[in-house]
């Protein structure tokens, strides 16, 4: 990769700055190096890169219809969540933008009963969104995508086993030898389709209990004995595949959604701050952990009406040096990245006239009960409610369980995964021992075994409220915020 | 075609005749000749050749007689909840599919939208002509529910649980058999009338038959088998199946589901419940005395009780709070959920 000797440390502006010169095929391997080598960490980075990368996709992608356009993504996805399978929120922005294209879709065949003008008027704005150079793109394609995929039946994918929901043997397997060019279809897992396709239309969510009443794959009716009318019954409710809707059709609106997913991204703190006067209340304590722009944004907002005092916990050894700049106005340089795409200049709380308290970690539960509210930055939260925040972030909850103080964590959509933690352990990233135990140190080195877990799994029941850009949730309403913003199908990337 | 089970060649709307049909003798039948059929699908099946047999023309006239055979289904039998579940979904699914607007028809490019008639000519005749398979359908649920739950059992862990719950079972067994090696605490309740063997035992017998390693203790030994140490079951985990997932997200299940909950709770130990979704009941007991049905439980007399005089099947109700999540064919569900997909499809 030539573009990859910049003397320049790789970061996310790097990024952005190849995704606009290079051809998607470099860009994607550049990514997926980047996390790899965490040189673009943090929910937040990984989110923008990756969204980025996933509207340069989109509109390169030269292919006949939806259905082309969801493997194609989905193809993408696996190479950059292979990359960083812990990095929940790169699954995350796939798996939106690909319920993005269904729900375009779907919207596409509805609309096309009703109205056949509407194509026109996409097809042309599409036309008018091509460039020169995203033509040369589409050569590229016909090599990716008949490159050997990950499909065997050895998961290559992923470490994890938390994101597969559904045994091997259930998916129909890939063709083998496919041809450059030729498309196989979406794997259609069966009982799924049972549970969507039934034969009244209330709504696309409403139909998981009546799923009974639907045709199996499995029905072994003779084929033919079936009038049409009961066929139409059949085919009815929602489409089980896109391979009647032309790429052309949806390719505008999928891409000024996914600009949608940016902007977001872009104002989520923001967002979140709005409700900092609801949550902060004059005098009050509040206890906080981790340097987060996201909680600096928050306190900060709430500091410009009231007067409260913060007690920002150490983090020894992995977040005590960003702790300390963030308190004393340097900033850490993770926030310097992500500072670089925020408006406004990054300002200490000190400066607003906040009390900041800087605290060991052992002294979290002696100090717990003059605490009126804890809040915390999480690193990614998942379906059931529970979350992956940096470790010692589950000292800090238990703590406060004990003194009944709030607990409430301010996350981003973005970081709301819909996976299901099956498997506690596996969502732990392990860092570097050095650390805690510096390896100069030979004697003690040589006898002790050192550990550095990088996050704690905190389950759901310890956290009383999730402020997201959508508002303050319960952790028990989250599969419902999941639902509104992930397609079952997607959960499982895997082919 | 040719894994029928006997179940399924019943229904068939020719073998049913007009005169002669009892939904409740229908309903008794299909239960008894497919042991793998739960309540509520037995129930909409005896609904589908009710239909079949009593040839009905308007929408109001079918609507009143589904009403009359539930009515008949729920009164045969002492406790209905499970069963209500069925009956009430089959009917709400027929309202919802004959709403206006709700033409099923118009869906690909080109399809002409019928006349209402023809909607409800169709429908009955889908259902009548499909019947049997909704069987098949819930066994695929069942199966989906599975293999959603395998995801569950790690490697080397200790499971508890109890009742003769058929999805539990699909779940173990396809644990076993995709090579997890794992530990079961089985949980058995002790012989009551009508039911001289413990549910369960078959169960029991197939998992150790498959190298399963499987501990039978009764249900005082809960407690014990939850904790950890030395001699305790390190029980890492409690999967129980339901009778009735009811609207709060607690369950209708096998008395002593509900101590086990506690004791879970107690214990720190997950409590998963595997139901499908047509087990979906539309009730909202707060208490163990909110089930809306009759069972001697706790019985204070004077005089010596005959012990054969309890309730045969008796059920407690688990209240969500110790319920950790809902395995059903949709997913992992929490238990607020519940009320939501329940609302769905009632308002």
Known sequence: MPGAMNSATPDLPYFLKALKSRDVEPCIELLADLLKRRQIRTPRLCALATTHLLRRVLADFRGANADELLLRIRSVGRRLIAATPREMVVGNMVRRVLALIREVAEGAILGSDRSVSDEGLDGDSERDGDSEAEKQESRNHSPVRHRPNLSSGISTFSPLKHGATEPASMVPPKAEGELPGTYTPLPIRPSLQTALTQVSTIAPTAQQMFGLFTQPEIDDDPSGVDSPALQSVKSSGRPENFTEVPLKDIKAEVLESVREILDELESVDQEIALYALDHIHADEIILTYTASLTVQNFLLTAARKRKFTVIHVEGYPNESASTVTTIFGGRPQEFNEELELADEPFKPLTAAGITVIMIPDAAVFALMSRVNKVILATHTVLANGGLVAAAGAGNIVKAAKVHQTPVVVLSGVYKLSPIYPFDNDELIEWGDAGVVERYSDQEIVQKLKVFNPLYDYITPDLIDLYITNLGGHAPSYLYKIVMDHYDIKDVNLED | ?347
């Open chain 2, 1 to 347: 075609m040719s894994t029928e089970t006997p179940a399924e060649q019943i229904l068939t709307p020719e073998a049913v005749d007009d005169s002669s049909f009892d939904v409740v003798e229908t309903y008794r039948n299909l239960l008894a000749m497919d042991p793998d059929l739960t309540m509520p699908v037995a129930a909409i099946e005896s609904l589908v050749l009710g239909l079949a047999a009593h040839p009905t023309t308007t929408i109001s006239e079918t609507l009143d007689l589904l009403r009359d055979l539930s009515q008949r289904l729920a009164e045969s039998t002492p406790n209905p909840i499970s069963l209500s579940a069925g009956t009430d979904l089959f009917q709400r699914y027929l309202i919802m599919s004959l709403r206006p607007g709700n033409v099923p028809l118009a869906s690909k490019k080109g399809t002409k939208k019928l006349p209402a008639t023809d909607d409800f000519t169709t429908i009955r005749a889908h259902l009548l002509k499909h019947g049997r398979s909704f069987v098949a359908n819930a066994k695929a649920a069942r199966a989906r529910i599975a293999s959603f739950g395998r995801n569950l059992m790690k490697e080397g862990c200790t499971v508890l649980t109890t009742g003769g719950s058929r999805v539990v079972a699909a779940l173990l067994r396809e644990a076993a058999e995709g090579g997890v090696r794992f530990r079961v605490v089985y949980v058995l309740p002790p012989p009551r009338p009508g039911r001289p063997q413990s549910e369960g035992l078959d169960l029991v017998k197939d998992l150790r038959e498959r190298g399963v390693p499987v501990a039978t203790v009764s249900e005082g030994a809960v407690g014990y088998s939850l904790a950890g140490g030395v001699g305790g079951g390190k029980v890492d985990m409690v999967i129980v199946g339901a009778e009735g997932v009811v609207e709060n997200g607690g369950i209708i299940s096998r008395l002593g589901t509900c101590q086990i909950g506690m004791l879970a709770k107690a214990a720190h130990r997950p409590f998963y419940v595997v139901a499908e979704s047509h087990k979906f009941v539309r009730m909202f007991p707060l208490s163990q005395g909110d089930l809306g049905i009759e069972q001697r439980i706790v019985d204070f007399r004077t005089d010596e009780p005959n012990p054969w005089d309890m309730t045969p099947d008796p059920v407690d109700f688990t209240s969500p709070e110790y319920i950790s999540g809902i395995i059903t064919e949709a997913g992992i569900l929490t238990p607020s959920a519940v009320s939501e997909e329940l609302i769905k499809i009632w308002f």
